[in-house]
């Protein structure tokens, strides 16, 4: 097949992995054509690392038409402005979670995109991983009987400006792992109600400054999502505990799902029914390692083979407006609903 042209814009720390992905284990279907950053040496030290790559400007990697596709890796306050300009310029879009800040801007790069028939996924593409497919496949076979709900909990110490304020806190950098694999298990969700607060000023979080401790960023979130097929899920997002700590449970009519940490590829499953002890479940083959960078490929398979990509653009406007909606039915302190179907 034909390869996809893409150019990787933003070079920060999250490059490194899809640049060693893309320009090896996924260079049957890809080709990285460029790489673009506003900081240039940034640019200029992944292209050294990775081959000699072309560094260009993202001005000209977006309007240049040196590429099919951008996957674009900024962070996640640029997406509103950068996400748009890509599907504007005709190119199909991969975009590091979340696809934008605003949904009038998520709406509107998802009405460009359709009326130009181009593609646009959000990570996280750990969905694609063996982890993920194995616990959905678990929940799909029945062997935890009807799906009654689930509960998460995603947690990292990091209070420092630049997590808050870059990458907008837990919810929006962490809970869309937990968000995407919760719909993948239980279906999607028509509606979403939330508690958050900021950073506290009496905890640790008193050394960031006021911009890092707001609600647009909140350091802990608890959300109740309300699946369309009857299910239930609860979601916590903290920013203030002592470490990583991921867990992600799903419960059935006959049985529990200790699933994966979502952000992850691999991990071990484990089901319990009834009152026997857990039971190990085989992951499925392929994508089991550190495999960022899948989407991408399985992008590129779906353009060249006119088939629908796993990450779809019905996809990304799903779980964007769950995380938005996070966001938004904190700071009201009220239930939101979710128009799009998922």
Partial sequence: MSKLRVGILGCGQISSIYLKNLTGIFSDRIEVVGIAD????????????????????????????????????????AHDVTNLRIV?????????????????VVKRIDEVARSRGIRVAVAPDTLLGAG????????????????VGSLGFISVKRFDERYMNVFRGPWL?????????????????GAVSAI??????????????????????PALTGVVLEHRGGAISTLLASSETWAYVPTLVVHGSLGTLTATDPNMFG???????????????ELLPDFRENSRGVGVW?????????????LTNEAALHATEVLLAGIESGKAGRRVSIESPG
Avoid: F
């Fill in 267 to 281: 991990g071990v499953p484990r089901v319990r029914s009834g009152k026997e002890s857990e039971e190990a479940v």
């Fill in 196 to 217: 958050s607060r900021p950073a506290r000023a009496d905890g640790e979080g008193a050394s960031l400054p006021e911009s890092a401790r707001t609600m647009e960023n």
């Fill in 298 to 310: 399985d992008l590129a398979g779906a353009i060249h083979e006119s088939r629908p990509a796993v």
């Fill in 132 to 147: 993920v497919r194995t616990c959905a496949e678990v929940v799909r076979s029945g062997r935890i009987g009807a799906p």
């Fill in 173 to 189: 950098d962490l809970a869309p792992y937990h968000v995407g694999a919760i719909i993948s298990y239980l279906g999607p969700i």
């Fill in 38 to 77: 506003v900081i240039r040496e940034s640019a200029e030290k992944r292209a050294a690392e990775y081959g000699g790559l072309r560094v260009i400007s993202p001005d000209e990697m977006i309007e240049g038409r040196v590429c099919d596709s951008i996957v674009n890796l900024t962070p996640a306050p």
């Fill in 88 to 104: 504007e310029a005709g190119l199909h879009l991969y975009s590091e979670k979340p696809l934008a800040l605003s949904m009038d």
